[in-house]
């Protein structure tokens, strides 16, 4: 069975940070493309960021470039996104997404994951 699970939510001001980490597990399951998501009240789910199996290429929302990273650690089945700089706007449920596929282009879809996290909340205050 794989499992995504999140960690590293909570609550900061704003300006502040977080760091949120996302472990993968499972017998025969090796994530290749990883991507975090968010989904805010009454919004739609969006994609924050996406890394490649190499780490080669990385997908960044315009929203949060220049604030946010996404990391990888392949021998530790670990995807980070770290979150500098937050704004309240970024507050949300942030959920990590896994692909069993490499594909040339990181996928910027929910479709194009096959397995999810529960997802961990990120709150900013003003």
């Known amino acids: 069975q794989v499992q995504l699970v999140e960690s590293g939510g909570g609550l900061v001001q704003a300006g502040g940070s977080l760091r949120l980490s996302c472990a993968a597990s499972?017998?025969?399951?090796?994530?290749?493309?990883m991507g975090w998501f968010r989904q805010a009240p009454g919004k739609e789910r969006e994609i924050v960021a996406a890394?490649?199996?190499?780490?080669?290429?990385?997908y960044l929302a315009d929203s949060v470039k220049g604030r946010f990273t996404i990391s990888r650690d392949n021998a530790k089945n670990t995807v980070v996104l770290q979150m500098n700089g937050l704004k309240p706007e970024d507050t949300a449920v942030y959920y990590c997404a896994g692909s069993p596929f490499s594909r040339g282009i990181v996928p910027r879809s929910s479709e194009l994951y096959d397995y999810w996290g529960q997802g961990t909340q990120v709150t900013v205050s003003p």
């Open positions: 499972g017998r025969t399951f090796r994530p290749k493309d």
């Open positions: 890394i490649s199996w190499s780490g080669g290429e990385i």
